[in-house]
């Protein structure tokens, strides 16, 4: 559609980045039209962040599920059966890694990716959760809002990130 302006006249007009924020907008639609159909269960007890990930991942298109502790989680999991889960290792009722552990042993969620958002960042941990299978390990404190959008596309829709 670009190529029938005048390059010129659209720089004069709006600017020399008008094209290429009117080329990142409307890839970002198409990624957001994309999202809307996969779902997201967030297993997180901190309010400020569960919001936090939700609004942002809303924003993004996915329809997004939240679970506040442990028991709620697996029960969830089977509600709404979502594309991927977001798990929080320090909760309560089953910690995090109970979850895991859990759905890795029933055949309906064994092949379920799973992103882990901790702040548990030993060597330790991280390897007990790369034992259970999971798709990614991501530390809140050091992990920005965009960069798990990132990893949740990447998980999602690899095909496109091997474009990339």
């Known amino acids: 559609m670009c190529d029938e302006y005048d390059t010129l006249e659209i720089d004069r007009l709006f600017g020399s980045n008008f094209l290429r924020q ?10 957001k039209d994309q999202n809307a159909t996969k779902k997201i269960l967030i297993v997180e007890d901190d309010e400020f962040i569960s919001d936090i990930y939700t609004k942002k991942l809303s924003d993004e ?13 697996v029960k969830m999991l089977r509600e709404c059966q ?7 290792l320090m909760i309560p009722v089953k910690t995090g890694f109970e979850v ?3 759905i890795r042993n ?5 092949d379920l990716k799973v992103i882990i ?14 034992e259970l299978g999971v798709s990614g390990y991501m530390v809140k404190a050091v992990t920005s809002l965009d960069d798990l959008v990132l990893k ?7 095909e496109m990130s091997d474009v990339q």
């Open 61 to 73: 298109g996915f329809l997004v599920f939240l679970a506040q502790d442990g028991g709620s989680a």
């Open 22 to 31: 009117y080329s990142c907008m409307n890839d970002s639609l198409q990624a």
């Open 82 to 88: 979502p594309d991927i889960l977001l798990l929080d």
């Open 100 to 102: 895991l552990e859990e």
């Open 106 to 110: 029933d055949s309906e969620f064994r």
């Open 152 to 158: 949740v596309r990447e998980q999602l829709f690899p």
């Open 117 to 130: 958002m901790s702040n548990l960042n030993l060597d330790e941990d991280i390897a007990r959760a790369q």
